[in-house]
């Protein structure tokens, strides 16, 4: 990923479930309004399209679809409820100078409240799919202590990241039990790459010393494919 592609680091299944949900709220607000098929007259389209594309903006403004924004239930809550008010408040205003009076309140008193709940719904559910699921995860192994390895798996829990983290890699000799975590040694870095089909890898060094140490192995990754992070 270049360091100017900003598009790279956008969660595009965020942003299709927030819609999905947008339109399901749309639906069911129609339904519940008893407008059913009246709904899709051009004023109540326009309403849900603009509120989609205000709350969309917003959410990207936030950050809320960066891969790298970390996940805690408070601000996700706080950032989704931002988004949704000043998404309400655009659409007012448009109602208000566009005289919207002749446009169903039942079915916009729904709208707001389903489509708040769908949002919210929208929000967790991609979470835990995505998470559980693993959807598009690059197979990843760390090179460094197993310290920095949790701390690593930590944080990347808390984030939007879609990484399968297989393991970690250590620069000296060590006596480890747990074997679903440690892989070796970075002496055997090429063979646990073939065994593991890794895709990328992530390389937690700070001493200068251990950077110019694994420098060979990041040409060697660089040769055969994957993807190395430093």
């Known amino acids: 990923m270049g360091k100017f592609n900003k598009g790279a680091s956008t969660n595009l299944y965020y942003m299709m479930s927030d819609c999905i949900f947008g339109v399901l709220a749309f639906g069911v607000a129609a339904t519940v309004s008893k407008l059913y098929m009246d709904a899709f007259r051009k004023g109540y389209i326009i309403i849900c ?15 809320r679809y960066n ?7 408070d601000r996700f809550f706080k950032k989704v409820t931002n988004s949704f008010i000043i998404a309400i408040a655009v659409v007012g205003m448009l109602l208000y100078f566009d005289d919207g009076k002749d446009l169903s309140r039942s079915f916009l008193t729904c709208f707001i409240v389903f489509s708040y709940l769908m949002l919210l719904l929208s929000a967790f559910t991609m979470r835990y799919w995505i998470k559980k699921g693993k959807i598009n995860a690059q197979r990843t192994i760390l090179i460094g202590s197993k310290e920095r390895y949790t701390k690593f798996e930590y944080f990347l829990s808390k984030s939007n990241m879609e990484v399968d983290v297989i393991g970690y890699v250590s620069l000296k000799e060590l006596t480890e039990d747990n074997k679903t975590q440690y892989l070796g040694t970075i002496h055997h870095l090429e ?4 065994q593991n089909a890794v895709d990328q890898i992530y390389i937690m060094v700070k001493q200068q010393e251990e950077i110019v140490e694994v420098q060979k192995y990041i040409d060697m990754c660089t040769e055969m494919g994957v993807t190395a992070r430093v």
């Open 49 to 63: 399209i603009a509120f989609m594309v205000v709350y969309i903006l917003s959410s990207k403004e936030a950050r």
């Open 67 to 73: 891969v790298t924004t970390f996940f805690y239930v």
């Open 191 to 194: 063979e646990i790459i073939h």
